[in-house]
């Protein structure tokens, strides 16, 4: 079974308008994070928000918001306010275990998201 | 603030020649992951290193090794390459112990095998 599952190859907003992106995991581990990560066209990958599965609230950073719901195992990533800046890949990825720990990041397959005019 | 460093950023090689690459972690970093990306694919771990010590094998070729120096940086050889080993190759570096163990990813090395 995919540990990271994102259902949408790619998503269409218009600037200013709040996109969801979507992300499902799975994990028998009690210990994990969830990560979202932005990669623009021209590779790299950078960080945009966590959520730890002992978080009781949701991770905020800036125009990104996490939409943790652990009963369904969902951790969706919602973006405020898009802008054309936006344009990119978003993958969404997990760390299994507890921190203080090497682990590894699963990825999933991305969503391509385009902030249109 | 600093970044994680990768050299080289591009790198073209022939089938069969080998390949060196570096990753500079953020200082006072103690672990380095490397993953690669594929073209249209999702980054896929292939090692890890704490504190000098291997902790960690993904989907790593026989191929391919490597190693922590004392300084932390660390290197990923490749031998015997490859078309298939063409790729966007990541380091990623954290410093365990930290409230998530958030990686920072570097720059990437594109590795494109003729």
Redesign the interface.
């Known amino acids: 079974a995919q540990k990271i599952t994102q259902t949408q190859p790619g998503m269409f907003v218009q600037e200013k308008e709040a996109v969801t992106l979507d992300c499902t995991y799975d994990t028998s581990d009690p210990s994990y994070g969830l990560f979202w990560y932005k990669q623009p066209s021209s590779g790299e990958m950078i960080f945009l928000i966590y959520q730890g599965s002992y978080d009781q609230q949701n991770a905020t950073e800036g125009r990104y918001s996490l939409n943790f719901q652990k009963a369904r195992k969902s951790a969706n990533l919602v973006i405020s306010a898009s802008q054309l800046g936006d344009s990119a890949m978003y993958f969404c990825a997990m760390r299994e275990g507890n921190t203080g720990t090497a682990s590894k990041l699963t990825f999933g397959t991305g969503t391509r998201l385009q902030v249109t005019l | 603030a600093a970044g994680v460093i990768q050299s080289p950023r591009h790198l073209i090689k022939e089938k069969r020649e080998t390949a060196t690459l570096k990753c500079y972690p953020i200082p006072r970093h103690d ?1 380095v ?1 490397w ?1 690669q990306q594929g073209p249209g ?5 292939l090692i ?3 504190e000098k010590m291997q ?2 094998k ?1 989907s790593i070729p026989d191929r391919f090794s490597a190693q922590q120096f004392s300084d932390y940086h660390s290197e990923l050889n490749m031998s015997s390459l490859e078309l298939g080993d063409s790729a ?1 190759y ?1 380091c ?1 570096s ?1 410093l ?13 090395t ?1 590795l494109t095998v003729l």
């Open positions: 672990t992951y993953y694919q999702d980054p896929q771990f890890s290193f704490y902790s960690d993904g966007l990541f990623a954290s365990e112990g930290r409230a998530h163990n958030e990686q920072f990813f570097g720059p990437g594109r």
